[in-house]
């Protein structure tokens, strides 16, 4: 493959557009060497222009009709069926149809036919499984894919969302690395052109890889300094955006130790070596290339140590355990933690830990922070239509119809996205609000508890779990979930309050007063505080103290704003005799 490409100057001139950006004018010259002779090549060639050129429908049909079966342009019209959402046909280019059907015979299958760009093949197979909710099928052939290319960063990203726990150790490693082609020659009469151009050919092979035992940093000692600034933004979790949430309590001061805690944990020692920035400080200016001047496979091995280090981070990330993440991806040398990627990942990581801001839920409800529903759908829809497969953007445009009390087409937005993105605790967690709201507790609770087996350290699911176990006179039940929650936050506002509430139902009163005193230190302007206090100490006959609390209640909230909460407390957190009374 590619051989007549090293010895035609017009092909040549064609990758020459093609690596330097001149995709229209690498598009016209390709179509002319097409039309004059419709070859394998050439045809391979007016497809990629096509295709990097954002013509993906054009390359589609082109590769369609020429019924081609070499394994580049069978790759090719598989990654155009993918762009396409034309599954059924990605999948089909790729598989033999002489296989026994099995996931191992496909495989061997692929291996065989395809050959050096089998891993890729492979993942843009099981990319098509992913897309088609065969998940089996999709988790078996990222594994595949990483095995005979670790290089594909995405395939194991896949997997850690997957909620699969494979060791990136296993994968990422010297002895797995395919040796690919850099052809550094000039071709005929482009070699003033190409004299100083690496024309990739895909399909070859250049070196053979050995297991070289070295850090990255020790290879590229005295390299020639290069920019360390990282504009990488890849998303491979583009299921998980930061979600703006409705607050109920802010506290200047528990922000303040919140944010004091992170530039603790920022200051923590990164043990890795830094492989760009700091090992080019003794480095050489004369050198005009690093693999020119250094044993490429001891680049190899540091850059698969580097993929292995960030894996296990990103695992733990997928996993929900994100102190773990944080101190991994501390761990990371300077000038890759401070890249786009990473530092975007450690935001995630923070957030889920909903250490950005205090965020409270009351009583299974959300609304959105200004109360600017329409206005927020607008957007949201927007979002899903550039981007179908983002499976939050479904989920934030089902918050907003929730909030304007649309269920149904919030119940459509998430279960659209939990059809993407079946791991999508936020979904399953919207899913339960609506059933709360229409009072169908049983499934409420089902819903819940599948997001927190999602996401087992997150404190506000267990807290609406706590306030359906409440709502359907389970109180004791709802205590120890509550309980379990504040072993693992302590501080955390909304399970405190649930808390407090729940013993109240239980009538231990003193012990509910206890914990509202240390919920009124955390955040002492929050009036749904002072309103509980009042009604215990109602309950106690403490007319005086109910009176002051009330009116402090008042003071806190004097336009009502969290009426509606209070009316929800009122009727989901009382003891069974007095609820009794009041119907």
Known sequence: MGCCKEKDPAKAAVWHALNYYAFEDASFLAERLFLENKGCETLYLLATCYYRQGRVAEAYDLLKKSHSTTPKCRLLFAQCCLKLNKLSEGEQIIVNTSTDGSLVAIENSITSEFQEISGICLSTLATIYRRCHRLEHAVYFYRASLKRNPYLW?????????GEKDSPDEYFKTTNCPSFVVQTSSPGALSDVTNDMNLVNPGDKIYQTYTPKCTFGQVLAHSTPISSNNNNQGDPFSSNKVRRSSRLMTSGRNMKSKENDRKAGNKAQRTGPSIIGDAFKKSSTKDKSILSKRNPNMIISSIMSLFAQIGHAY????QYECKKALQLFNKLPKNHYSSGWVLSQCARALYEMTEYTQTWCAVGNCFSLQKEHETAIKFFERSV??????AYGYTLLGHEYSFIDELDDAMNCYRHAVRIDPRHYNAWYGIGQIYF???????????????QSIN???????????????????????????????????KHPLCKFHKASTLLCLEKCDSALGELDELEAITPTESLIYFLKAKIHRKMGNSHLAMMHFSWAMDLDPQGSNNHIKEAIDKHYQPDELSAENT
């Open 315 to 318: 695992q733990s990330l997928c």
């Open 154 to 162: 995405s395939s194991y990203a896949n997997l850690c969302q997957a």
């Open 437 to 451: 709201k229409q009072e169908k507790h049983d499934l409420a609770l089902c819903h819940f508890r599948k997001a």
């Open 456 to 490: 087992q350290s997150n404190a506000a699911i267990m807290a609406h779990i706590a306030v359906v176990l409440n709502a359907m006179k389970k109180h004791k039940e709802a205590l120890k979930v509550l309980t379990k929650a504040l072993e693992q936050h302590p």
């Open 385 to 390: 239509l550039v981007d179908p497969e983002f």
